[in-house]
Structure formats: C-alpha cells, structure tokens
C-alpha cells in the first residue's frame, strides 16, 4: 500500500467515510507492520542461516500470522466500535484478513532476494505493484457505488498481487543466480 490509496479515497469518498477509512487503514498498517517487529531482529541471523532453518523461522512466522492478524482484527473491530464509533461489518472483515496477513506470506521472497542483493529487483516488483494498485483505483472510480468496502477489496487485491508478484520475482531471480 501507498499513499496513492489516501489520494484515491481523497478524491473518491465521502468526508466521513474518508475519515473512517484512514482510521480503518492506520490499524491495518499497524497489523501489517507486525511482521517487521517479528522478523525484523532476527533478519541477521537470517542470511547467516541454512536454507532449513530459513524455511523453519519462515514456517513460524506464518504459524504466528495468522493468529495475531485475527487476534488484531477482532481487537481493532472493538476499538473502532467503541472508541471511534465506526460500526462493524462483516463485509468489511475477509478482505482486512487479507490484507494483513499476506506480509506475513511474502516477507520470505523479500528477506530472499535481499539475500542475493536483488534489492534492484525489489524496486521493480514494488513499481509495478504501485502501477497495478493505480489501475485498480482507476477502475473502482468507474464504478457507480464507491464505499469503504470497495476500498478494502481494492487493497485486498493488491496485496494478493504482491504476493504473486513477489513469488515471480524470487523464483526468476534464484534460478539465474
């Protein structure tokens, strides 16, 4: 995610749904970046690691996830009822599922071709990604009904390309290298 998301739902929203989505999305960021406070202290120890004991802390981290996400998110639904006022859809929950948990998937494509000094490759995959979430916002104006919703989709969808996209890169690169 970007702050192309900020701009598209600047131009695209209400002023009160604008306000909901940027309270939704600083907790969703703060999810996601629970994948950083895990992995970040051992990233060291990571490249110094076996490949089995890469997969192994790349198995954990997936293990702890998914868990913590949900744990989060339910979490997160009672602060934004609670102290924020902004009521809690169902709808709203599969697509913040998924959104938060798919660092947790890539990380280990990121960790991966950093290892081999990709770094290059990961500023590509990441311009293409923001290329693709443009598209997506593109298309959502389009549409008739624009809410938060459709936003969270929208993002939901993007990180899925991400993933995909992270995975074509680590699996090109590592066969050349």
């Known amino acids: 995610m970007s702050k ?13 749904q604008l ?12 999810l996601q970046s ?30 702890i996830g998914l868990p913590l996400v949900l744990v989060g998110l ?3 639904q009672v602060v934004l009822q609670v102290i924020y006022g902004i009521s ?4 709203n929950l599969f697509p913040q599922i998924i959104i938060c948990v798919m660092p947790y998937l890539y990380i280990k494509w990121i960790y991966k071709l950093n290892e ?7 500023l590509w995959i990441s311009l293409i990604g923001v290329s693709v979430l443009a598209l997506l916002f593109w298309f959502l104006s389009l549409q008739q009904t624009i809410d938060i919703n459709r936003f ?13 996209a ?7 690169k590592l066969k050349r290298v």
């Not at 306000?19 to 703060?30: A, E, H, K, P, R």
């Not at 969270?152 to 995909?164: I, K, T």
């Not at 992270?166 to 090109?172: A, F, I, N």
């Open 4 to 16: 192309l998301d900020i701009l598209a739902a600047t131009k695209l929203l209400s002023l009160e």
């Open 19 to 30: 306000g909901q989505y940027q309270i939704i999305l600083l907790f969703l960021l703060n």
């Open 34 to 63: 629970g994948v950083m406070i895990i992995s970040g202290p051992f990233v060291h120890h990571f490249y110094r690691s076996n490949e089995q004991t890469q997969t192994e802390s790349n198995r954990k981290l997936r293990l």
């Open 74 to 76: 339910g979490a997160v």
């Open 88 to 91: 809690f859809k169902w709808s």
């Open 116 to 122: 081999v000094h990709q770094e290059h490759s990961l």
């Open 152 to 164: 969270l989709w929208v993002l939901a969808v993007h990180q899925s390309f991400m993933l995909g």
């Open 166 to 172: 992270y995975y074509l890169g680590y699996t090109l």
